[in-house]
């Protein structure tokens, strides 16, 4: 911009010095010449400029409106000093009807009583209000998001530890079944309360059953454990030989009891089907 208004003031002067002018004469070998015009336009200028008026001298400025609020909003008022000070001059500006450039800020004690400051205001305190509700979901929202990864962490790991059915029982002293190789034999000692034992151990896999556990053996297992419950829980003071074949015998009179009953339900659902 002040490049510009330097340039013009060049302009000026040159077109001063042309106007004003006057041929000289000069002799030379007994005749008549006369002295060139001087032409003082700055270089790159066209020879036309020197027959315009000064009227004609504008500066025209597009897509310059220092709008942003970041290091432009230190410019601004740099720009719009120049302007004036090209205006000072008697030297046209020209800005676009959508240029920000020449829009001061609001008048302190001033632009308070204009109805669109008071407008735009209360929209902008409302948007104010607006955001810092959202941010503070957002907030929130974090915090929630990092309880739920942590407690997703946490069950990864447990479905990577509890979930498979081939681990061996905790409390239990754990040895190698004879003649398996595999290392998947279990005593019967357990150093957990006996109250807190189930009835019967939970059958391993079908597999698994076949190749480390002999089935007459885990039977007998079971039963045991099962006498020791009884014994334990109630107090009795019968033999344990006498107490295992009363526990069998109460198993067995209740299998039969189920085998009965569901050989009745089918007989009933054939009658009902005919």
Same mark, same amino acid.
């Given at each position: 911009?002040?490049?510009?208004?330097?340039?013009?003031?060049?302009?000026?002067?040159?077109?001063?010095?042309?106007?004003?002018?006057?041929?000289?004469?000069?002799?030379?070998?007994?005749?008549?010449?006369?002295?060139?015009?001087?032409?003082?336009?700055?270089? #790159?200028?066209?020879?036309?400029?020197?027959?315009?008026?000064?009227?004609?001298?504008?500066?025209?400025? !597009? #897509?310059?409106?220092?709008?942003?609020?970041?290091?432009?909003?230190?410019?601004?008022?740099?720009?719009?000093?120049?302007?004036?000070?090209?205006?000072?001059?008697?030297?046209?500006?020209?800005?676009?009807?959508?240029?920000?450039?020449?829009?001061?800020?609001?008048?302190?004690?001033?632009?308070?009583?204009?109805?669109?400051?008071?407008?735009?205001?209360?929209?902008?305190?409302?948007?104010?209000?607006?955001?810092?509700?959202?941010?503070?979901?957002?907030?929130?929202?974090?915090?929630?998001?990092?309880?739920?990864?942590?407690?997703?962490?946490?069950?990864?790991?447990?479905?990577?530890? !509890?979930?498979?059915?081939?681990?061996?029982?905790?409390?239990?002293?754990?040895?190698?079944?004879?003649? +398996?190789?595999?290392?998947?034999?279990?005593?019967?000692?357990?150093?957990?309360?006996? +109250?807190?034992?189930?009835?019967?151990?939970?059958?391993?896999?079908?597999?698994?059953?076949?190749?480390?556990?002999?089935?007459?053996?885990?039977? !007998?297992?079971?039963?045991?454990?099962?006498?020791?419950?009884?014994?334990?829980?109630?107090? +009795?003071?019968?033999?344990?030989?006498? +107490?295992?074949?009363?526990?069998?015998?109460?198993?067995?009179?209740?299998?039969?009891?189920?085998?009965?009953?569901?050989?009745?339900?089918?007989?009933?659902?054939?009658?009902?089907?005919?």
């Amino acid at each position: 911009m002040a490049l510009a208004i330097d340039s013009i003031e060049q302009i000026r002067y040159a077109r001063k010095a042309w106007k004003e002018w006057t041929p000289e004469p000069k002799f030379t070998a007994g005749s008549i010449n006369y002295v060139e015009r001087p032409n003082f336009l700055p270089e #790159g200028i066209a020879a036309a400029e020197l027959d315009k008026p000064d009227s004609d001298d504008v500066i025209g400025l !597009w #897509g310059v409106d220092m709008a942003a609020h970041d290091e432009y909003a230190y410019q601004r008022p740099g720009c719009q000093n120049l302007v004036l000070e090209a205006m000072r001059r008697d030297i046209g500006v020209y800005l676009p009807p959508e240029s920000d450039l020449m829009r001061p800020m609001p008048v302190y004690g001033i632009s308070e009583w204009d109805h669109n400051y008071i407008k735009l205001t209360s929209r902008a305190k409302e948007l104010s209000a607006g955001t810092q509700m959202a941010q503070a979901q957002i907030e929130e929202a974090k915090i929630k998001m990092v309880g739920m990864q942590g407690e997703s962490h946490a069950l990864n790991y447990f479905v990577s530890t !509890w979930t498979s059915p081939y681990g061996m029982l905790p409390g239990m002293i754990i040895r190698q079944e004879p003649r +398996t190789g595999m290392g998947s034999g279990i005593t019967q000692f357990d150093g957990r309360p006996i +109250t807190r034992m189930n009835l019967a151990p939970a059958p391993p896999a079908p597999v698994l059953q076949a190749m480390t556990v002999d089935p007459e053996a885990q039977l !007998w297992r079971e039963a045991v454990a099962i006498l020791a419950i009884h014994c334990g829980e109630r107090g +009795t003071s019968e033999g344990a030989i006498e +107490t295992l074949k009363r526990i069998i015998a109460e198993r067995a009179s209740a299998v039969d009891a189920a085998l009965r009953a569901t050989d009745a339900l089918k007989h009933k659902g054939k009658k009902h089907r005919r």
